[in-house]
């Protein structure tokens, strides 16, 4: 038979005008995932006339989808998602233009995927948070306004974000966070009213670890026919359309309909208690899975975020030098990767000892937060050097768990370069910043006074007249300098530019420093004293400085310092403060105490040293042993936006 599209859409006018009909026939609409409402988004607009898509979906039909896919029948299993919707889509309108992209939505084709698209309606799964974030902040970028609609229980919760107005990052703010985290903001921030939750008949079959949940074929067909009507106002200009941060909540087993509102999104204090409330809940229910469910790297969700966690450490200029190695179902191994641990500050691997002590106190943190023990044991080579660190991780149930935002604080730690604010802290938040304690073979000290300060200063200062004036120093900065982008993506290691502190035209100012010929002639006028002299000025305008001391020069308890080092930035940014590591004169003190070649320093970098070594002898907490392990300068200031950035977890893991 012949198709007539008036004819097969003639039911429509009425609510639609036939000028209008002809707009839907006009549109495009893009529709990422043909699954539970993705498909049934689709078939929905198809029949509402809309003539033109682009879909998307790497997935194949499984028996799993029966209860709630449009697209899932004995005939379908194992064909690919998207074809199988484009079919029954051209069913409806064998006129329909439609553009599959069957290998799913990622940065290399999201552009091409919401080209020439006038509406963006989310239909991906709800746990690709990754994919859901890039396509919706992409049409923010774009100026198409995008539609979500979730199936919660036997209803659907429904959030418009229109150009112009408050955008998806704004109202569910998951920058900055795992995607644990982000999962729970995007349930919470959906959903505030929480209508589903109080008919769940078996919390069991929740499991934010391995990203299940249950599902009705119910909620996905009354997705369809919400969203639809917001496409079909939005399309036609017809109608209020209720936007972020207002929503729409229709619970059919409760008779309930509710607008939602949260000013700020999940910034909003009400949201903010609801998000921990949540945490608690589904945090509290994970115990109740299996030590081989929890923990089975096969599935490497939870080792890959304990991992994930891990690789957030700082280590020397941002290089990284890690690798993992997973044993079995709760056991993984960390050693060192030689060809990043190369610096002329790490003597005796020392630094690079420090950064293995922060990965561990990372995994430790991520490993709570996860409802779980972490132990870990060094293992040294016969002749004392570290071979490798093991991590065994067990579940464990805290009844008094750790503030939930102390996990994001570790997270959203990094180095603070900026000057900071004329701001002097109460002794009580001194106090309170040292609580991770020193031990019997380390000790934390502040130094707050301006007479401390100073003297601090002056050490620092000399550190980097050296480091601006020592050639192996100069090129060894300047090669993991990243003065682009695209470059700093590339790599994902070492020191992005941006991040450096050193102000606008940072970029032209360090190129023209990079030349050691230059440089050199730039030491003939003193230019090394003016360029220390900003880190300095750095150091004087905080509130203070912490110094780590250390008292035995062993690996194991340069990895125990690392894990001090760390809880203490770590606990810095949970109070609020911004924290700059200062360790260079610490660690040219002990390159030249330990060198054997003493003519790597010149004589002027030998008078620099001599006040180095007389500064750090004054504050010496031990005279006999204790070393300079770290010194930080502490402040309040605008925080850093995001952190250094960080090669994927699959670059660090190795096989056996």
């Known amino acids: 038979m012949s198709f007539d599209y008036e004819e097969a859409f003639s039911r429509n006018i009425g609510w639609v005008t036939n000028r209008e009909q002809q707009i839907l026939k006009n549109s495009t609409v893009a529709i990422a995932g043909m699954g539970g409402v993705g498909g049934a988004h689709l078939l929905t607009l198809a029949r509402m006339g809309v003539g033109n898509f682009h879909i998307s979906d790497f997935d194949i039909f499984e ?23 484009a079919k029954m889509a051209k069913d409806i309108n064998p006129e329909l233009n439609i553009t599959i992209f069957e290998k799913g939505i990622d940065e290399d084709n999201v552009d091409q995927f919401l080209n020439g698209v006038d509406l963006y309606l989310d239909g991906l799964d709800f746990f690709a948070v990754s994919a859901r ?83 009705t074929p119910m909620a996905c067909d009354i997705c ?19 936007y972020a941060p207002k ?13 939602t509102w949260r000013p700020g999104g999940n910034k909003n204090p ?38 994930e966690a891990g690789i957030r450490a700082p280590s020397g200029d941002n290089c990284q030098p890690w690798k993992f190695l997973v044993i079995n179902d709760n056991e993984l191994e960390i050693s060192i990767d030689n060809k990043n641990a190369k610096s002329f500050f790490d003597v005796n691997h020392a630094a690079t000892y420090i950064s293995i002590g922060a990965v561990i106190k990372n995994m430790e943190i991520a490993a709570r937060h996860y409802l779980s023990q972490l132990n870990y044991k060094i293992i040294n080579a016969t002749s004392g050097e ?71 200063v002056k050490a620092i200062k000399s550190a980097d007249i050296i480091r601006w004036s020592h050639p192996e120093i100069h090129n060894e900065l300047f090669d993991k300098i990243r003065y682009s982008q695209k470059q700093a993506e590339e790599l994902r290691t070492g020191l992005e530019i941006d991040r450096l502190g050193a102000g606008p035209g940072a970029k032209y100012i360090m190129k023209f420093l990079s030349s050691w010929s230059r440089m050199q002639n730039l030491n003939k006028i003193k230019a090394p004293h003016m360029l220390a002299e900003q880190t300095a000025f750095l150091a004087r305008a905080s509130s203070g400085l912490v110094g780590v001391w ?107």
């Open 63 to 85: 028996v799993a989808n029966f209860n709630r896919q449009a697209g899932a029948f004995i005939s379908t299993v194992n064909k690919p998602k998207s074809e199988t919707l």
């Open 386 to 456: 570290f071979t490798k660190a093991t991590i065994t991780l067990t579940p464990h149930f805290y009844k008094h768990p750790p503030l939930p935002d102390f996990y994001q604080s570790m997270r959203a730690r990094t180095v603070n370069r900026r000057p900071y604010l004329p701001h002097k802290l109460p002794d009580s938040t001194w106090k309170e910043l040292i609580e991770v304690g020193s031990s019997n073979t380390s000790e934390i000290v502040i130094y707050k006074n301006k007479n401390e300060i100073k003297k601090w």
């Open 270 to 307: 009400i949201q903010k208690v609801a998000i921990y409330i949540a945490r608690k809940i589904i945090l509290h229910d994970s115990n109740k899975i299996s030590t081989k469910e929890f923990t089975n790297p096969s599935n490497s969700a939870f080792i890959h975020k304990i991992i």
């Open 550 to 656: 250390i008292n035995e020069d062993s690996p194991e308890q340069w990895i125990e310092t690392g894990r001090i080092i760390e809880s203490l930035w770590v606990n810095a940014k949970h109070l609020g403060l911004e924290i700059q590591p200062l360790p260079v004169a610490a660690y040219l003190e002990r390159k030249h105490q330990l060198s054997s070649n003493k003519d790597i320093f010149t004589e002027s970098h030998q008078t620099q040293l001599t006040v180095i070594k007389e500064i750090i002898n004054e504050f010496r907490p031990n005279p006999d042993s204790a070393t300079c392990a770290m010194l930080f300068r502490v402040g309040k200031g605008i925080p850093m936006k995001g952190t250094a950035i960080r090669q994927s977890v699959d670059k660090f893991i190795t096989s056996l």
């Open 224 to 242: 369809a026919g919400i969203a639809a009507t917001q496409v079909l106002k939005i399309l036609l200009d017809r109608g209020k359309v209720i």
């Open 247 to 259: 929503g729409l909540h229709f619970d059919a087993f409760n008779n309930k309909y509710v607008k």
């Open 133 to 215: 974030r890039l396509v919706f902040n992409k049409c923010t970028q774009a100026k198409i306004p995008a539609v979500t609609a979730a199936p919660l229980g036997m209803g659907s919760a429904v959030l418009n974000f229109l150009p112009g107005k408050m955008t998806f990052e704004e109202y569910f703010c998951m920058e900055g966070h795992d995607e644990f985290e982000q999962l729970l903001r995007f349930l919470v921030g959906l959903s505030p009213a929480m209508l589903q939750r109080s008919y769940l008949a078996d919390k069991s079959t929740v499991d934010f670890i391995k990203h299940k949940g249950p599902s």
